[in-house]
T-cell receptor
Framework: SQQGEEDPQALSIQEGENATMNCSYKTSINNLQWYRQNSGRGLVHLILIRSNEREKHSGRLRVTLDTSKKSSSLLITASRAADTASYFCATDRYNQGGKLIFGQGTELSVKP | GAGVSQTPSNKVTEKGKYVELRCDPISGHTALYWYRQSLGQGPEFLIYFQGTGAADDSGLPNDRFFAVRPEGSVSTLKIQRTERGDSAVYLC?????????????FGSGTRLTVV
């Protein structure tokens, strides 16, 4: 079973707009990670936020974490057509040896 | 190697046959993970190794699935008596330090189709 739920399931925006994806989870975590997947194959690690962090930036990516609400959001600013992909959040839970549990993903489409 | 390598990239097999899927992780990565992903779903955890031993195999769906990592590097996922429901993309990932908050590096996956 999946740990997290993501919304929206699908998001379609125009180039230059910002895209926000949300992730909720159920149990206490060590950290939460976001991954990107093109064409249903290998996933690429984007960013990791630890449980004691509230916000983190990497280039055009901004991630927030609210452990009291057990939720996270990923913001992609100034989106590009090349950002079109599926985005997944994954949680690293306590005492699980680094095993990640993935959400269902958000399918992002950025139109030129 | 430079990345995680999975072979074959595609495998078509008949129902009831045995298949082996191979994963070659990044050199020196002690943790290796297998996931399965069905269309439109997130990756589902199967098993993970620390070194040669399976630290957590709680995600293996039944006893037809088995995985090994005899020398602590290459891993093989073995599926016996394949069923059509086993069709999915099988993903392998590795990381240097299990449980230390380091992101995974994924391979490109093996797309298994059981006909």
């Amino acid at each position: 079973s999946q740990q997290g739920e993501e919304d929206p399931q699908a998001l379609s925006i125009q180039e230059g707009e910002n895209a926000t994806m949300n992730c909720s989870y159920k149990t206490s975590i060590n950290n939460l990670q976001w991954y990107r997947q093109n064409s249903g194959r290998g996933l690429v690690h984007l960013i990791l936020i630890r449980s004691n962090e509230r916000e983190k930036h990497s280039g055009r990516l901004r991630v927030t974490l609210d452990t009291s609400k057990k939720s996270s959001s990923l913001l992609i600013t100034a989106s590009r057509a090349a950002d079109t992909a599926s985005y997944f959040c994954a949680t690293d839970r306590y005492n699980q040896g680094g095993k990640l549990i993935f959400g269902q993903g958000t399918e992002l489409s950025v139109k030129p | 190697g430079a990345g995680v390598s999975q072979t074959p990239s595609n495998k078509v097999t008949e129902k009831g046959k045995y298949v082996e899927l191979r994963c070659d992780p990044i050199s020196g990565h002690t943790a290796l993970y297998w996931y399965r992903q069905s269309l439109g779903q997130g990756p589902e955890f199967l098993i993970y190794f620390q070194g040669t031993g399976a630290a957590d195999d709680s995600g293996l769906p039944n006893d037809r699935f088995f995985a090994v990592r005899p020398e602590g590097s290459v891993s093989t996922l073995k599926i016996q008596r394949t069923e059509r429901g086993d069709s999915a993309v099988y993903l392998c990932a590795s990381s240097p330090y299990p449980g230390q908050g380091v992101g995974y590096t994924f391979g490109s996956g093996t797309r298994l189709t059981v006909v």
